[in-house]
């Protein structure tokens, strides 16, 4: 080899260099910006799972809410069953007792 091609050779490792440290110094960039993404999107998932964590405990409350408010419906319907079916049952007596009363007042 001679001196003019080790100079053509040396010149194109030079470039190559220097391709290389731009092609380096871009995929830096990239990267530096993805992991700033990440970071952004691990900020997201965890807001989201505090969001998560939050209505699934209001969903509790609701869930017990619905529970404690349905149980004075059912126990009033089941007072209010008793009540009619007494009712029911005592009127004959009542209704006897008062046609008696008035059998016996017209009597009189």
């Keep these: 080899m001679n001196l003019e091609q080790a100079v053509q050779l040396l010149n194109w490792l030079d470039e190559e260099h220097r391709k ?56 009033s319907r089941w007072r209010w069953s008793n009540m009619t079916n007494a009712i029911h049952k005592e009127r004959p007596k009542h209704s006897k007792c008062a046609n008696w009363n008035v059998s016996a007042a017209i009597r009189f």
């Excluded at 952004?40 to 409350?61: C, H, P, Y």
């Excluded at 869930?63 to 149980?71: C, D, I, K, S, W």
Aim: glycine residues 4%.
């Design 20 to 75: 290389d440290k731009a092609q380096i110094a871009e995929l830096a960039s990239q990267l530096t910006q993805q992991y700033t993404q990440v970071a952004g999107l691990n900020k997201t998932v965890q807001d989201l799972e505090e969001r998560l964590a939050r209505l699934q405990s209001q969903s509790l409350r609701f869930t017990q809410l619905e529970q404690t408010a349905g149980q004075p419906k059912r126990k």
